[in-house]
DNA sequence: ACCAATGGTAACAAGTTGGTAAAATCTGAT
DNA sequence: ATCAGATTTTACCAACTTGTTACCATTGGT
């Protein structure tokens, strides 16, 4: 039995959607206001939220935005709005799909069995997710998707590092391979650049949990 | 960059889309007849599918199952008809999403995200508005809408950025993409442009926001 | 506890790069 | 041919990056 919550202040249209719903083996739980279905998502665990976008004490948006913070759950949001700036508010959010008020019922259920279909294939959390991404044609890295300003230097060290994750490198590996550090360098300049690395990528620089030192074989990288 | 296939029998419509899409980094390959469509999902791995219901010697639901035997591609199917039955129809074979037609190239942007994101475990890739739009025909570029006077050359390195927004680009490279440049040109001749650039189309031109420096590299467009 | 080896980093120095004013050159319209 | 505006070169400066050194802190072995 799939179990949906929904929010939405119109009862009457609740109970029509719920009772349809209901003949197709899907249980629908209404919450007339955003603070109680907010509540009820804490606590109970639905397969999936749909919800209105014009609500009473909150704006729909918002509700969307707090049930992002902490939850993948799929959402469906129906409104009697249609222009693009609300839609694409709504996908900015972390929506699933869209409906234009009034659809019809049957156009929901093809909508909640082909976003299910998709998402109950995904065990959730499989793939650990990188902290560190790099991209040498827009010569960005980002931290959990976060810009960090490098220098180039800094820039291809860390291209380096990253492309080698997990990995010990010597310092004399990194110097061979890093094009923008001079390889006539003494080993010990690695430090110092490794040094302005940390300030620019660990939260306590003087503990490091991203680029460690290994005493006397090199440093690496822990990218998850 | 996102690799998408389109089995669309209306080229210029198909053309529309994959130009509007490859702003927003999107690459859309378009296959006007099934039979093509369908050999090259065989070959090529494509990201998504858009698959436009009313084709020519197949029926676009045939091309749809045929697609679904062997392959889990989220498949977007796009309409002129919009009865249920038709709905209906598409999500039982498999189909993602449905979006008659007409509909807005901004909301086909949307869903494929949303679908991606679900399916990829892309991260929610924020779709910003760009700030800089740029027309060859025209020869114009709005920054929010507003025309931006440029000379010959400051527009075709400005058209140049903005497609290329967000890729590190070098002064050689600026120059053999930009015809109003002498190509005999010396690369610090860039810099002079991408100074007076600057002065028109920066908030404040001594901390540029969106053609930023990469010392050593070149420059890039930020344009979100 | 001591010591030697190693890593961390502040401070400095040198070299490089980008910004830009001003002059020179080019180009196209009249 | 002339002129105005656009483009390119030049030259200089300021800012930034990188590398070295020196000194301190930490580690691990005895």
Known sequence: MIQIAMIEDDTEMAELIGEF???HNIQVTNYDTPSLGLSALKVKSFDLLILDLSLPDMDGLEVCRLVRQSSDIPIIISSARSDMSDK???FYMG???YMPKPYESQELLLRIHSI???YKKEPIEVTKKEIFECSVERQEVRKNGELIYLTNAEFEIM???IKRSGFALSREEIITNVDSI???SSVKSIDVMIGRLRLKIEEDPKKPHHIISLRGIGYKLINE
Chains 1, 2 share one sequence.
Request: charged residues 35%; neutral net charge; hydrophobic residues 40%.
């Open 116 to 118: 299910l279909r998709r």
């Open 21 to 23: 719903l209901a003949k």
């Open 159 to 161: 291209a380096y590092f």
């Open 88 to 90: 694409n508010a709504c």
């Open 182 to 184: 001079n390889y006539e």
């Open 95 to 97: 929506a699933d799909d």
